[in-house]
């Protein structure tokens, strides 16, 4: 598992660990770190030429030092400094030693203009403008120096990218593009969040000696190796009922494929027994394709309740499904809610609860059940617990949710008591008093119709099985994107497709996990 730690985590680590070292060490690690990802990286591109882009701190003191390492290794390097003190204004020690090792020193106070052709001659440039202690956004004079890097130049961030929200809370624009980003120690949030993944690029941790493992992580991300350890496998005693029994409450006459989609997820995801309640049409296409499933209403462990699920349908056989749709949001059983059946969602479960929204089903929800006026909306909890009140007299949008999908995140499982798996090129799973989990293993390709039911099957195989929300909602996340980067392999797929490619995937990973070292 990947553990990214807050920003006074990583401080008060470093200064645990500075208290117990000669003085200076710490960064000496940092900087030597730094230049040997550098020297890897221009090697490969069989760069020669090296710009570090130095802002005031401990930041720019790990980038003077590395680059200095560099010329010592014979690379062509210089130094721009972008504090207005100039000389003044950087690490004086890391300053020295770039100096006595032959880089060009140049000032901000040259003029950005005048310096762009430097920083565009660079094959490698070290952004070593600011660092955890930084605010979003870039000074003017240093946004015009990132905007001369040339395309093809390797950009190699210095724990962070400068610009960024450290902790990964807010997303801005004005910031560098890493194409990697080498931080020390350990992850901080920004890297595994969507406000910053992007742009950190590749992300590479180097160990300099600080202490975190016993400290709780931030934000966390699951891997390839942690499925054997989380994964329900069946013992020589189980049956089909102690596996998990999940009930389906999915599809309508309006959207009948989606009942198709997310039994056959739950078959080959491995439940237990699946009972599927639905109107005819999907009830009928369900026997085709998952022959095993049980038709109709009965005892089960969990249930995925709302994939093609249609709310405004006033038929007999809609009313009747609707009925048990709301019985099991009404039950003490585990359940997962899902597209149609997020419109049924009326505020807190007691019972252990996942939501799936989009961003656009998210905005829905918090418009409904926070406060869009000032006034508690039904079914919230108090604005102190929500995260702070909506804007007044205005819904939600699913801009909104795009542009700070964390905060939006918290707001609905803090209203909700429920664990939210808020779907998108980073998902991200948020459970109140745990740290917030944060996927990014499917493919572009996967943003396809049908791909949420998938996820429904998978998510309500795991809850059926036994497996708390917040790790069901991450290792069906985890499973759906890697299963879809195996059935992809670079180019279009389908939903059902990827449905049909979870056993073998799940089988590779618990293959990987069983031959990994202890």
């Known amino acids: 598992m990947i553990r990214a730690h807050s920003v006074d985590t990583v401080r008060a680590a470093e200064a645990a660990a500075m208290a117990e070292l000669p003085e200076g060490e710490l960064m000496a690690r940092a900087a030597r770190g730094l230049a040997d990802v550098a020297t890897a ?9 090296v710009v570090g882009l130095v802002g005031a701190g401990d930041n720019g003191g790990d980038t003077l030092y590395a680059v200095a390492h560099l010329a010592d290794a014979g690379y062509a390097c210089a130094v721009v400094l972008l504090p207005s003190a100039g000389r003044d204004g950087v690490h004086a020690g890391g300053l020295e030693a770039a100096e006595g090792a032959g880089v060009m020193v140049h000032l901000v106070a040259e003029g950005p203009e005048a310096l762009a052709h430097v920083v565009a001659e660079a094959d490698l440039v070290l952004d070593g403008i600011v660092g955890i202690g930084g605010r979003p956004g870039l000074r003017p004079e240093a946004a015009q120096l990132v ?3 040339d395309d093809d130049a390797w950009v190699l961030a210095v724990d962070l990218a400068s610009g960024l929200d450290p902790a990964g809370e807010s997303g801005e624009d004005d910031a560098v593009w890493a194409d990697e980003t080498v931080t020390f120690g350990t992850p901080k949030p920004v890297h595994l ?7 950190t690029g590749r992300l590479t941790v180097v160990d300099i000696g600080i202490e975190v493992e016993e400290v709780p992580a931030a934000v966390e991300r699951l891997e390839w190796d942690d499925v054997a350890a989380l994964w329900p496998v069946p013992g020589r005693g189980d049956d089909k009922y102690s596996r998990g029994v999940l009930g389906l409450v999915a599809g309508s006459e309006a959207y009948p494929g989606a009942a198709v989609l997310s039994a056959t997820a739950a078959a080959e995801a491995g439940v237990g027994m699946l009972r599927v309640v639905g ?3 999907p009830v009928g ?8 499933a049980v038709v109709g209403d009965g005892r089960v462990q969990a249930w995925a309740v709302g994939p093609g699920l249609d709310t405004e349908a006033t038929d007999a056989d809609a009313v009747a499904q609707l009925d048990v749709a709301r019985a099991a949001l009404a039950s003490d059983l585990p359940v997962v809610v899902d597209a149609g059946g997020l419109a049924l969602v009326e505020g807190r479960r007691a019972a252990p609860t996942v939501l799936t929204p989009h961003a656009g089903e998210l905005a829905r929800l918090l418009t409904r059940l926070g406060t869009t006026d000032g006034q508690q909306g039904s079914g919230s909890a108090s604005p102190s617990a929500a995260g702070d009140e909506l804007p007044a007299g205005r819904p939600v949008t699913a801009d909104d949710v795009r542009a700070d999908p964390l905060r939006h995140a918290r707001r609905l499982a803090a209203l909700t008591g429920a664990t939210v798996l808020l779907k998108g090129a980073t ?4 459970t109140q008093g745990h740290a917030v989990r944060s996927q990014a293993d499917a493919p572009p390709w996967l943003a ?6 998938v996820l429904t099957g998978i998510v309500g195989t795991l809850l059926a099985s036994g497996l708390e929300p917040h790790d069901a909602a991450a290792l069906g996340t985890l499973v759906h994107g890697v299963t879809a980067d195996r059935v992809s392999n670079g180019g279009p797929l389908r939903a059902l497709a990827v449905a049909h490619g979870i056993r073998p995937t799940v089988r590779d990973l618990l293959a990987r996990g069983r031959s990994a070292p202890a």
């Not at 990286?41 to 030429?49: A, E, I, K, V, W």
């Not at 969040?193 to 742009?199: H, K, Q, S, T, V």
């Not at 396809?448 to 039911?453: F, I, P, Y």
């Open 41 to 49: 990286r221009l090697t490969d591109s069989g760069g020669t030429t």
């Open 147 to 149: 905007d001369a890097v």
């Open 193 to 199: 969040l969507p406000a910053g993944e992007a742009a």
């Open 279 to 281: 109107t005819p049409t």
């Open 285 to 292: 296409l369900v026997h085709q394709a998952v022959p095993e």
């Open 427 to 430: 998902t991200l799973v948020v």
């Open 448 to 453: 396809t119709a049908g791909a949420g039911d």
